[in-house]
């Protein structure tokens, strides 16, 4: 009887290493310490990382930006309060 054991078929793949964040530790540290007052003011807070992420071009600090933007307004403040439309 023969036995086919994982290191007869492992294959080896190239693994993508993303860039190291240049902003992205720090945009965290700082919302922690400071969070934003309301819904508006995190979102604004969110379109700034992202303008500054897509610009240095780092591809860590962009996914970061991006969900942020996603999830921090909600996170810190809840959905807007659309009881006056």
Known sequence: MQFITLSDRLCFF?????TKGLNCYN???KIEA???VDWSSSLSLCAKLLTT??????????HTAQILTQIL?????????DTYN
């Open 14 to 18: 190239n693994t993508y290493i993303p």
């Open 27 to 29: 945009w965290c540290l």
């Open 53 to 62: 992420a897509c610009k240095s071009n780092n591809t860590l600090d962009m």
């Open 34 to 36: 400071c969070s934003s």
């Open 73 to 81: 307004p909600v996170f810190t403040n809840g959905p807007p309060d």
